[in-house]
């Protein structure tokens, strides 16, 4: 804020137009009275917060405002239980003893039907749709024959393993040696964790070969690194621990401070969104407020634990509403953080069920805390730091000075105003006002639900201390410090109010001097 001193030019151009010769003048002494504002604006509660609270401020269709936090914890907790263990077994043919003769057709040894466990426990898998994995293959003889190289041909059939578009079974036909195959959108249907090959061995077209006593055509078979898309059966009565979490919670931080807070109608839901389609409760051993060192237990509805709604459908989802029945002591604890650990069992005493989950489920649970501005505060510190810049009338004699008031108030708060005079170094120097001065700012009254009645006037005119007005156009800075609180009553019980987003307070503070300049 800068005042110019346009008013000393005008006198000195006066005058240089007065004609000496006609009179003489040994000294002018001027009483000028100055006017220039202090503080202005148009404000509401929004603008009162500090930046960071203000991105949690929401309104109602009415107006009301709330503060709203929100927070997502992804978990995947319950997926890392499961994996599909690599799998390999063979199929041993017995080929005949002794010299075989001549053949220029191909002869088939026989089928040998295998059954591949996956050995899961206490799973019970029914369906399987792989994302990846490697059917891996190899045809060896167990014996050399003469001459060396009798050519096999093997067709194995994977009976229950089907691509998911085509619904064709993977087969895979191959000779001597080994090779592999993706499995990568084919599914794996099972009975228990077991699924059906047929392997088939025949003999190509050979010269008369001999093939020792207790030679074998041994076929291997491997499943390897397989990773599911989907799983589906029984998954087994399993526990997993889930990580600790917190999440800030803190209310108003920045701007209450060491203010006194009540909110009269705040609501703090835990939601649980579940992606598995398995019955699962979830029991908290750690569900509490924090501040600092202390700590406040939170109480939710329904108790712990916590049975979780299940989708009934691959792909959906089922959201579990936890409500905190002690949401308005939690939030006149002001906490700064919500903590909690928890435990995730699925199929709590059952041998048997139909689950599901893809390789993305998850269980998500999230913070939900919605705080109407509804309730009594006391003790709101806001400060701000305003430059001024009077030094052009650093030799002025104040003579008398006084500060006007005019301020219409909608906003339910009283304004305890002081403002201090700093120097280049922005060390106090001073206050402005008297102690008696500094209620500036009235809340307008409410009715008996907190909404506004009238707005609060006020017009005052403050005489002021000479000495400290002086010290005012030597200052550097102003330090505008504002202590409020909420309305009262007439016995000066703080009332419970709303803020909404149409109210508005409209100050205007100037300071009116007058000046005593001797001029020779």
């Known amino acids: ?37 202090v503080a202005f604006g148009d404000l509401g509660i929004v603008e009162i917060l500090s930046n960071k609270d203000t991105a949690y401020v929401r309104s109602y269709p009415d107006g009301l405002l709330y503060l709203y936090y929100a927070k997502t914890l992804p978990s995947s907790d319950i997926r890392n239980l499961f994996s599909l263990p690599d799998n390999s077994s063979t199929a041993s043919f017995d080929l005949p003893a002794g010299t075989m003769p001549a053949s220029s057709s191909t002869t088939t040894v026989g089928t040998i039907n295998r059954q591949i466990n996956l050995g899961l426990s206490p799973e019970l898998l029914t369906e399987v749709l792989l994302q990846s ?46 090779g592999s195959v993706s499995m990568a959108d084919y599914v794996i249907r099972l009975v228990d964790n077991r699924f059906d090959v ?121 959201t579990t509403t936890l409500s905190v029945t002690n949401a308005q002591s939690v939030m006149g604890f002001e906490p700064e953080l919500l903590e909690y650990s928890a435990a995730a069992r699925i199929n709590k005493g059952l041998s048997s069920g139909a689950n599901f989950m893809a390789d993305t489920s998850k269980l998500r649970v999230s913070l939900v805390a919605e705080v109407p501005l509804y309730g009594r505060v006391t003790g709101i510190t806001v400060t701000d730091t305003l430059e001024i810049d009077l030094h052009e009338l650093s030799e002025t004699k104040v003579a008398e000075a006084a500060l006007k008031v005019s301020a219409q108030n909608e906003m339910p708060l009283d304004a305890y105003v002081q403002i201090y005079l700093m120097n280049e170094a922005y060390q106090v120097q001073d206050s402005l006002f008297a102690s008696n001065q500094t209620y500036l700012v009235k809340a307008s009254t409410v009715n008996g639900s907190g909404d506004l009645q009238s707005p609060g006037t006020t017009n005052q005119v403050l005489n002021l201390n000479p000495d400290r007005v002086t010290k005012l156009f030597s200052a550097r800075y102003l330090l505008v410090k504002a202590v409020m609180s909420t309305a009262r009553d007439t016995n000066g019980t703080f009332l419970n109010v709303k803020f909404r987003s149409s109210y508005r307070l409209k100050l205007n503070v100037g300071l009116r001097a007058r000046l005593k300049i001797d001029v020779k």
């Open 198 to 318: 047929r392997v088939d061995l025949s003999i190509k077209p050979h010269p008369a070969t001999y093939i020792p006593p207790a030679t074998q055509a041994n076929v291997q078979l491997g499943f390897n690194d397989m990773a599911f898309a989907y799983i589906k059966g029984f998954f087994g009565d399993q526990q997993v621990q889930l990580p600790p979490q917190t999440v800030d919670i803190t209310v108003f931080k920045s701007t209450l401070k060491d203010a006194s807070v009540s909110f009269i109608e705040p609501q703090i839901f835990l939601k649980a969104v579940n992606d598995y389609g398995v019955p699962c409760e979830i029991n908290f051993s750690v569900l509490r407020a924090r501040r600092g060192a202390s700590t406040l237990p939170i109480q939710i509805n329904p108790p712990n634990p916590v049975a979780l709604a299940a989708p009934t459908t691959l792909g959906s989802s089922a």
């Open 133 to 178: 994995g490697t059917f891996a293959h190899a045809l060896k003889l167990s014996k050399q024959t003469s001459p060396p190289g009798l050519p096999l041909e093997t067709t194995i059939t994977l009976l229950d393993i089907v691509h998911k578009t085509t619904q064709q079974p993977l087969t895979v036909t191959a000779g001597n040696g080994s």
């Open 1 to 37: 804020m800068r005042l110019r001193s346009s008013w000393l030019v005008s006198v000195v151009l006066l005058a240089s137009c007065i004609d000496e010769r006609q009179y003489d003048f040994q000294q002018v002494t001027l009483t000028p009275e100055l006017a220039f504002p």
